[in-house]
Structures are given as structure tokens and as C-alpha cells.
């Protein structure tokens, strides 16, 4: 049964936010991974000691070893925004991530936010303190997920 709700709450968000194309900015990894963002999104672009630093418009900056970068290019790519208006519902962003995702709206001073898998199943359980707090999800394997917190579910994709 959850996993019926969960899917159909998936649908539900699909439609009222539709992913955007446009010009991104894409970081290959040695290993094969890539690190994907809009370039309007992107706040600053920098280099410490022996680090690339990406900071982003919201979220936390991402640092990528200089050592392991094969390739940075411009390319297009495919995401989901954050939305322009704050409607007082739970906000999930960047969507799609790599590394983190920001979650915005959360109410009270210690929110239970779950992450399940596709499958239903409970991968991911952390404490919240305060309206916005930045989880890692580097350890997930990339997927579609979805996150629950205050009674709402909102869905993101690990690349």
C-alpha cells in the first residue's frame, strides 16, 4: 500500500514540476561518475589549493579534487529547478544531485525526514533541526527516491 501511494504522490509531483532543460555545466570524474548542474544555478565556479569549488545559487558548495577530473564541459542537462515562489511546502533541491540535496519547509525543531528507495523500502532516516537542512546522500546508489517529512512526500533523483 505504501508503496502505491508513494507512487502515486511521484505522478502527482511529475506533473506539477516538469524538468527543465538547458545549458549545464558537467564535471566527468576519472571514475566515470559526472557532476550535473544548470549554469543558472550556479553561484561562482572556483579553485582552492587543489580543489575545483562549485557553489551553487542555495545548497552547500560541492568540491570535486583536481587530480580527478578527467573532463568540465557545457552541455545540456535535464533538472528539476527549485521552485521561484516559496509556498510553504516542502522543497527538495538540487534535483537531480549527486551529492546533496537541500530540503526547505520543514516545521518544528526536530523533523523526522525518511528516505525510501523506489521499492518502498527505508534507506535513509535523519533528524532535521530547523526550516532548511542539507542531507548527504553520496552513500545512496543513484535512483529515484522519495523523502518524507511533515506529512508530505516530495521525490529526487541520485545521479
Known sequence: MIVRTT?????????VHSPVTGQ??????H???ESQMLISSVQKLSFAVDQLVLTPKTGTPETFGLA???????GAVTAVPEPLTDNGH???????????ITIRNLTGNYCPVKIFGID???VQ?????????????STLQSGIYFLSANGET??????
Open 24 to 29: 549545464g555545466l558537467i564535471i566527468r570524474m
Open 7 to 15: 507512487l502515486l504522490l511521484s505522478l502527482l509531483y511529475l506533473a
Open 68 to 74: 580527478d577530473i578527467q573532463k568540465l564541459y557545457f
Open 90 to 100: 516542502l522543497t527538495v533541491f538540487p534535483n537531480p544531485s549527486e551529492k546533496a
Open 125 to 137: 532516516e535523519v533528524t532535521c533541526v530547523g526550516d532548511i537542512q542539507t542531507i548527504d546522500i
Open 31 to 33: 571514475n566515470g561518475s
Open 154 to 159: 516530495a521525490k529526487f533523483i541520485k545521479l
Open 120 to 122: 518502498g523500502r527505508l
